[in-house]
């Protein structure tokens, strides 16, 4: 029998997957990565897909409000994210694709009002949390990644929020039976953020962050994150994995 198939949005070169996509293929799901930014077309439905992920990317979640979107794929990848949640296919965003999955459901993405939140923190996990299929295990306060500009200012309408921060409240929720939004990185490589580094150095010093002790943090910090999060991935390949006898014919 073939592996389930995981639908993965890509926003940039550089924003793949990574050490997530490693936990998810060795627990037994197939990625199939759609690179849109490079001229991709993304499916128009979900068929034949066992779940979906939406990565991070530089993009503005609420981009494409009022015009014409700065990438055009923006509303097609709500539209599957809506389509997700309606089915309640196992569905799994980070960052850029978290705000999506709030703008699509009717929340809201907004400018940070306190700023970027940059390099290796902490979040506060909920009570609630420990009832929820992927969060009832991670550590009352795991370490995470930041690496952001937009906040996600309004969540969706019954969403369930799941961690917080002191910077910006709404770090990790549920919104339906299996659609989680992560705004922090749990996917990242030290060689990653030391790109990201050198690309907003100039913006984020002029902002008085210190960038090389946020580097130096973020490096430092990836093995504890793969020991929080390396599980939450195993079980969401597990639901990709379960779920798979109840989609339909491939693409």
Known sequence: MAPPRLLVVQHTASEGALRLGDWLTDAGVALDVVHPYAGADLPSGLDGYAGLLVLGGPQAAYADEGGAPAAPWLPATKSLLRSAVAAALPTLAICLGAQLLAEALGGRVRPGASGPEIGARLVARRDVAAQDELFGLVPFTPDVLQWHDDEIAE?????????SSPMYANQAFRVGERAWGLQFHIETTPELVT?????????????????????????????????????VGQRFAALVVTGVAGVGAAP
Do not use: K, M, S
Request: net charge negative; glycine share 4%; aromatic share 4%.
């Open 155 to 163: 969540l969706p309408p019954g969403a369930v929020l799941l961690a």
């Open 195 to 231: 790109e990201w580094a050198a690309e907003t150095r100039e913006r984020l010093t002029a902002l008085g962050i210190d960038v090389d002790r946020a580097l130096a943090q973020a490096i430092a910090v990836h093995d504890d994150l793969a020991e929080a999060w390396r599980p």
